[in-house]
């Protein structure tokens, strides 16, 4: 299986998965939260048009996790203070 690293931990993934895609089936539905209220975030449309599933891939932060291709060697950081975290 390839991996790929999440917030410094390796995450195994199958070909042709989102890594929205493998951060669902590694038991991971929500690595975002609101601004008000922190309420959880992470995949809803799955499709690319809600934002939800917002993470930085390879230091380029806004990426939506539903549309980025998993590939061995990615790294993901899932929480930052522009995706309204702290």
Known sequence: ????????????????????????????????????????RGVFCGIGVCFDCLVTVDGVGGQRACLIPARAGLTVTTRTQEDGDE
Do not use: C, K, N, Y
């Open 1 to 40: 299986m390839s991996r790929f690293s999440v917030d410094g931990e390796p995450l195994g993934f199958v070909e042709g998965q989102t890594v929205a895609a493998a951060l669902v089936a590694a038991g991971r539905v929500a690595w975002r939260t609101t601004r008000v209220g922190r309420r959880p």
